[in-house]
């Protein structure tokens, strides 16, 4: 019996530290439209994305989707990706600067 109530507060408290982690992430660079990750080439926008690895759970990310998107003046690349390992979903900011400039 307290074995159970101790494994469901431990389920709790997981939950409770990958919502944390997730709400972190979304205030790193990178996790925002107004925070993006600045690269200088394009081949870099998906191994920098997918290198921030799962926001839950740290696990490996899986690219989904790789856009283009304006954000008033700002052509920014957007990475969806999702954790190979729990599913969730990964949204990544990045901003292509030019190396000349
Ligand atoms: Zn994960």
Not at 44 to 53: I, Q, R, S
Request: with cysteine; charged share 25%; net charge positive.
């Amino acid at each position: 019996m307290r074995k159970r109530t101790q494994k469901r507060a431990a389920a709790r408290d997981a939950v409770k530290l990958a919502k944390d982690r997730v709400r972190l992430a979304a205030l790193e660079e990178g996790g925002s439209s107004s925070r993006p990750i600045w690269v200088v080439s394009a081949s870099l926008v998906e191994p920098t994305a997918l290198g921030l690895g799962c926001a839950a759970c740290g696990g490996p990310l899986r690219l989904q989707e790789h856009e283009a998107k304006p954000f008033g003046a700002q052509l920014l690349r957007v990475v969806h990706a999702g954790c190979i390992d729990c599913g969730h979903r990964r949204t990544v900011y990045i901003g292509l600067r030019d190396p000349l400039n």
